[in-house]
């Protein structure tokens, strides 16, 4: 991978990681700090000479320290057993806070998810022939698979994994098989008292199309579809639930497909998700008279709920900006000037959507193809 391919994913993981942060979702934000680190020690490894080396440690230091903090925030109820550590490193169990509301537009989405997971867990003697157990979310990056996932831990009250399927292939390597048991193991006792849900992002990397394998990756592959063939048996009653997300579901494998019965896509905001959006992240900012959250929202079609974030959150550091550069940058009781909507117009125009038109064809053409919701 080019040293452009993995600074665009290290920006990714670290965007991901601080929104999430910022939300207070921190089991879920140290899974990505942690994924930043590995890309980014990754590329001093790789391009030892590269102009932009110092700038890349001086970002694992910082998230190195972040990930370190919540680590101490975080207190797991289980003891962990000698021979656990990998396991416990890479399997985040904190309970997710993302509601449903924190959540713009996708409606069908939910309406399947409600159908699959919420109203079974509610009255599991309604459902004769069994109900999904295996969800994959798809679409573009930055629409809203993770949020999606933690929501739904949140309304049904459920344990919560969040796993990195590429750290999976990179690092459990050698005790995969037994790990990736422990996991659903874990999940299958907590769901004697709750619901479990097993969170796996980037599910390609875990079960995609492979042309070579080494022996190691066929087992690990091998041990997961054996446990999603016992999750998914729908002569059990189980409460537990596999939802993988990915970015890339035309890379994965189609024996795999089949054992996610639901399959939903999460596409870029329509317009009236895109003034939700902006509704939930500028609630907290002072906008002045001439905002106009509506045509906010026509300016940016296509954009992704990620790229909105970033595009409110320009504007403010622009204002922050301003009055650090003004004369009243000594005094600690001054204030920002309430945003314009010229300081939105601005961002604008240096800011274009982070996925292709090309790309979200792909994405319907997919979903064409292998849909079920």
């Not at 003891?79 to 416990?88: M, S």
């Not at 319907?364 to 193809?369: F, V």
Request: charged share 25%; with cysteine.
């Amino acid at each position: 991978m080019a040293a452009a391919e993995l600074e665009s994913l290290a920006a990714k993981y670290a965007t991901e990681a601080i929104q999430l942060d910022q939300q207070g979702s921190r089991g879920m934000a140290l899974a990505k700090y942690q994924r930043t680190v590995e890309i980014l020690l990754k590329l001093c490894a790789l391009y030892p000479n590269h102009p932009l080396r110092s700038v890349y440690v001086q970002h694992v230091v910082a998230y190195s320290n972040r990930i370190k903090a919540l680590q101490g925030q975080i207190v797991n109820e289980e003891p962990v057993e000698k021979g656990e550590a990998k396991f416990d490193e890479l399997v985040v169990r904190e309970k997710p806070d993302v509601k449903w509301e924190d959540i713009a537009g996708l409606e069908n989405a939910k309406r399947a998810v409600e159908e699959s997971i919420t109203y079974p867990v509610k009255r599991p003697d309604l459902f004769p022939l069994g109900w999904p157990r295996g969800i994959l979310l798809f679409g573009p990056p930055g629409c809203g698979k993770t949020l999606m996932a933690a929501a739904i831990a949140t309304e049904i009250n459920a344990a919560f994994y969040c796993v990195d399927a590429a750290s999976i292939m990179s690092k459990w390597l050698g005790e995969s098989e037994k790990n990736v048991a422990q996991l659903f193991a874990n999940a299958r006792q907590i769901a004697d008292s709750q619901p479990a849900i097993l969170f796996i992002d980037e599910i390609d990397s875990l079960v995609g199309i492979r042309r070579e394998e080494v022996g190691g990756e066929v087992r690990v592959r091998n041990q997961f579809l054996k446990e999603m063939d016992g999750i998914v048996d729908k002569s059990k009653k189980l409460h537990v639930y596999v939802i993988g997300a990915t970015n890339k579901p035309w890379a994965l494998d189609e024996p795999f497909i089949r054992r996610f019965q639901r399959r939903i896509l999460i596409p870029i905001p329509s317009l009236e998700s895109r003034v939700q959006l902006f509704k939930i992240y500028t609630k907290g900012l002072r906008l002045g008279p001439d905002v106009d959250l509506n045509e906010l929202a026509k300016m940016t079609e296509g954009y992704t709920g990620s790229d909105i974030h970033d595009v409110c959150q320009t504007a403010q550091i622009k204002v922050v900006r301003e009055l650090f550069e003004s004369a009243q940058a000594e005094d600690k009781q001054a204030q920002p000037r309430m945003l314009a909507l010229q300081d939105f117009q601005e961002v604008l125009q240096g800011r274009r959507p982070s996925v292709a038109q090309e790309m979200i064809k792909n994405y319907d053409l997919w979903y064409e193809r292998f849909k079920a919701i």
